[in-house]
């Protein structure tokens, strides 16, 4: 039984609330919110019905009924929060990026590990429930073997130079923006599904709003009056990959592409088939052979195990992004409860993810194909 979980979440901005209603939605009990001040808390409980008013992140820690902390704060807080609810024995949900640092992901997963509790990653993409259809094909060798790799994050809610976001700041969001921020979800599935792994890539990252309004907080547009500040992070990241096998990709990141909302786009070429997922359009995924292409449509009542099992609804009753979140939840719940769902993100993803980012930083720096894996870079720098 689900209810059994009691879960509180820190960070109440726009993913918070999708935590707060997965939770609910997947049977667990919301028993607690910690906003950025004990004021706002309270306004927060009180707007969310959360029974139990804490005043601050220190209160939910000592409170023994909390089983799970989601943390959905700004990316620069993941690491220090999800700590001191690891020592004070709560599982974490953790958003991503796990950490603005590779070492730091380590570090944190290692403490889940050592502590026997779950360390989870919301790459919430994993559960549309056709891309579990595209995975199992994948698995049961439809495509046969990939001939090329290409897809693309675009949104366009950067693009006004007068829109902000505590992420544009290194120190709040990290030393990546754009590429941490979405590209990141795209490495993730895409590597998942295709079952690849990128070992190397070269990558540019581009600013093209150099100034923005200063202040931080959450994403706000405002006027054109005021004080700026300089821009540090990228707008758009471009990286060629390539898999250890020798299998190539591209991937095109964007904050800043008009029209754009939220269009993570992949195709994964096969000798024997192509398969196209859109984010957007996520209750139907492409299907190409030589002689003509077609559309499947998410069904629980065809398909693979966990196209059926992560359908939440009837066919032709669109599904999308809320309900991921809530099979992510539900999965992360079934897995503290010792059940060992398909596909579960934990930290270990989230460090994967680490390394990718601090590889695209890198090749960025050096205008040079670059080893993901760190150690396997010390090596070729040493060779
Ligand atoms: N998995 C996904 O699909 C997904 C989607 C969006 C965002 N995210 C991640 O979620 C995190 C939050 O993003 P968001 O879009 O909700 O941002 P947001 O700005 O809407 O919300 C962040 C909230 O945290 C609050 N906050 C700041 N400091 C705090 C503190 N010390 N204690 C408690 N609360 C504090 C802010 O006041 C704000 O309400 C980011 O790490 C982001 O990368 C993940």
Known sequence: MNSSI????????????????????????LAGVVASTPARSARVAEAWHVPVRHQNFDSVLADDSVRVVHVCTPNALHVEQAEVALTAGKHVICEKPLATSA????????????????????????YHPLVRELRDRRLRGEFGAWQLIHGSYLQDWMLSENAMSWR????????????????????????????????????RLGTTVPTRP????????????????????????????RTGDGVLGTLTVSQVSAGRKNRLWFELDGADGSAVFDQENPETAWLGAQDGARLIV???GH??????????LPAGHAQGYADCFTSFVADAYAAIRGEK?????????GVRSAHVVEAVL???????????????AVLVAGA
């Not at 923006?177 to 890539?201: M, N, P, Q």
């Not at 398909?303 to 939440?312: C, F």
């Not at 890198?362 to 396997?376: K, V, Y």
Request: proline share 5%.
């Open 103 to 126: 070492v730091e992901a380590e570090r944190l997963t290692r403490l889940a590990e050592k502590a026997g509790l779950l360390l989870a990653v919301p790459f919430v993409y994993r």
């Open 303 to 312: 398909g693979s195990a966990e196209q059926r099992r992560l359908s939440r």
């Open 362 to 376: 890198r090749s960025d720096a050096s205008l040079a194909w670059t080893d993901i894996d760190p150690a396997r």
């Open 298 to 300: 998410r069904d629980p």
């Open 6 to 29: 009691q879960a509180a979440v820190v960070g109440t901005g726009m993913i918070g609330a999708v935590h707060a209603a997965a939770i609910r939605a997947a049977g667990g009990e």
């Open 168 to 203: 544009v700041d290194p120190a709040d969001g990290g030393p990546s923006r754009a590429f941490a921020d979405i590209g990141s979800h795209w490495c993730d599935l895409v590597e998942w599904v295709a079952g690849v792994r990128f070992t190397e890539l070269t990558a």
């Open 341 to 349: 769902p398909e596909g579960l993100p934990t930290g270990a993803d």
């Open 214 to 241: 200063a202040g931080t907080g959450t994403s706000f547009t405002t006027g054109a009056d005021g004080p700026r500040v300089e821009v540090r992070t990228e707008d758009v990241a471009t990286a060629l990959l």
